[in-house]
């Protein structure tokens, strides 16, 4: 097993010690291919909804800029084994257990493909 391997299976192990932090949510995941509606004139795409245990952060005072981090933002973390082999992209939301949406702001990810971090902010609604 190498060092990528390692640390991946150390996150996954560790991730479960968090029990009374994790959050279980509905990850709405876009296709890539839009379908188009020339009577409608309009765009869709179709939607996957991948199950997703992960936790929610706040940021830090420091990270917010007021431009790409708003004061509300979030972070959303879980090991990118929890994705079921989905790329979380911004076009995608959250739908946590109260009903609340949660657009994907950025996305990112850690050096050891272990992680994703998922800038999140709460939809309008």
Same mark, same amino acid.
Request: charged share 25%; glycine share 8%; proline share 4%.
């Given at each position: 097993?190498?060092?990528? $391997?390692?640390?991946? @299976?150390?996150? &996954? +192990?560790?991730?479960?010690?968090?029990?009374?932090?994790?959050?279980?949510?509905?990850?709405k995941s @876009?296709?890539? &291919? =839009?379908?188009? @509606?020339?009577? *409608?004139?309009? !765009?869709?795409?179709?939607?996957?909804?991948? $199950?997703?245990?992960?936790?929610?952060?706040?940021?830090?005072? #420091? $990270? !917010?800029?007021?431009?790409?981090?708003?004061?509300?933002?979030? +972070?959303?973390?879980? =090991?990118?084994?929890?994705?079921?082999?989905?790329?979380?992209?911004? !076009?995608? #939301? %959250?739908?946590? *257990?109260?009903?609340?949406?949660?657009?994907?702001? &950025?996305?990112? +990810?850690? =050096?050891?493909? *272990?992680?994703?971090? %998922?800038?999140?902010?709460?939809?309008?609604?």
């Open positions: 097993m190498g060092l990528k $391997e390692t640390i991946q @299976s150390a996150v &996954n +192990k560790g991730f479960g010690s968090l029990s009374t932090m994790r959050e279980t949510v509905i990850l @876009s296709n890539d &291919n =839009p379908t188009y @509606s020339p009577t *409608a004139q309009t !765009i869709s795409f179709d939607e996957d909804d991948v $199950e997703v245990v992960g936790l929610f952060a706040r940021y830090n005072i #420091r $990270e !917010i800029d007021g431009q790409v981090v708003k004061r509300f933002d979030q +972070k959303f973390i879980a =090991p990118q084994a929890n994705f079921g082999g989905v790329s979380p992209q911004s !076009i995608d #939301r %959250l739908v946590r *257990a109260d009903g609340t949406e949660w657009s994907i702001i &950025n996305v990112s +990810k850690d =050096p050891a493909d *272990a992680v994703w971090v %998922l800038q999140v902010r709460q939809a309008a609604g």
